[in-house]
């Protein structure tokens, strides 16, 4: 719930952001997924980290597009699994911080 809290915050902050970027700016906001480094389950649906991470950063897009009328040809979904770690450390504390969403206002 925490989570659609700050979706909806920065779905906001995005809509009235954009009414400001002048209209020769082809902006995108891109969304990017990321895992720690444990793999996946043997029963998991992704195949991998990278799958996991694309399908963080995926569904965040569709909610934004579903729930805040985000127009889909200004969003953009990136997955980088684990291969950019905040913490290195194995403490469970610091593999909760690589398991994020970031955001990229930038031109296309």
Known sequence: MEG????DTISNVLKDISQKIPEDINWVLRVDGHTDKT???KNSIFKDNWELSQAR???VVK???ANHEI???RM???GFGEHQPISSSNLKEDLAKNRRIEFKLTER
């Open 4 to 7: 659609k809290l700050q979706l």
């Open 39 to 41: 793999p996946v389950s």
């Open 57 to 59: 950063s995926l569904s």
């Open 63 to 65: 909610y934004m597009i």
């Open 71 to 73: 127009d889909p040809k």
């Open 76 to 78: 953009s979904a990136a």
